[in-house]
């Protein structure tokens, strides 16, 4: 069993939507969570770094933690078609760069 | 400010060669880490290094070596080359020990292993 799941999609959803994206990990000791996305042929990009338990927003992005479940969100509100990418999501015990990441979720926002 | 850059963008190698491919982190930034992204495995550690020295390493084996630069810029090297070796390699920069440790990567080279 991966130490980090992820549903891989693909996800389409109309325009306008929100977006709920999810991962559930089994190492209690991750402290750091981070959303990248990921447009093809392109490196990751970092969304989100949250630490710890609780929600973060920016913008049409809120990142949820939940440390008692092992669970982490991403919502992104107002969708567009510029978020059609894959979305990763990352976490680490404290070592900023030894990341471990899911698998990636693809989204497509439809017109 | 200028971003992660890797060169080449695309290789092609054959089995058994040997391939070294290029970083240049962020200004400023003097951890490096390099990831192998492949559609089964996603994206895995490979190895980090700080002030020219390997700070963390993952699970590959050893055809899979590195190298930091005085200026940062770091080097990874794959020998023997294996079919298997196909992937995506990224690299990332941080600033390490500011407690502002964000990853930030590149946009990667394609190996071809044929």
């Known amino acids: 069993q991966k130490e980090v799941e992820q549903d891989p999609g693909p996800l389409s959803v109309p325009e306008g939507a929100i977006v709920s994206l999810n991962c559930t990990y089994s190492n209690s000791a991750f402290q750091y969570f981070m959303w990248y996305r990921q447009y093809s042929r392109k490196g990751p990009e970092l969304l989100m770094y949250t630490y710890s338990s609780g929600n973060k927003e920016d913008g049409r992005f809120t990142a949820q933690v939940d440390k008692s479940s092992k669970y982490i969100s991403l919502f992104i509100r107002d969708s567009q078609p510029s978020d059609s990418a894959t979305y990763l999501c990352a976490m680490t015990t404290g070592t900023a760069s030894k990341l471990t990441f899911g698998t990636g979720t693809r989204l497509q926002v439809t017109l | 400010k200028a971003g992660v850059t890797q060169t080449p963008r695309y290789l092609i190698k054959t089995r058994g060669q040997q391939v070294t491919l290029s970083c240049s982190p962020i200004?400023?930034?003097?951890?490096v880490s390099w990831y192998q992204q492949t559609p089964g495995q996603g994206l895995q550690f490979l190895f980090e290094y700080f002030s020219e020295t390997q700070r963390n390493k993952g699970n590959f084996p050893g055809r899979f070596s590195g190298r930091q630069f005085s200026n940062s810029r770091s080097e990874m090297n794959v020998s023997t080359l294996e079919l298997g070796d196909s992937a995506l390699y990224l690299c990332a920069s941080s600033l390490f020990g500011t407690g502002d440790e964000k990853l930030f990567f590149g946009s990667g080279t394609q190996l071809s292993v044929l």
């Open positions: 200004s400023g930034h003097r951890s």
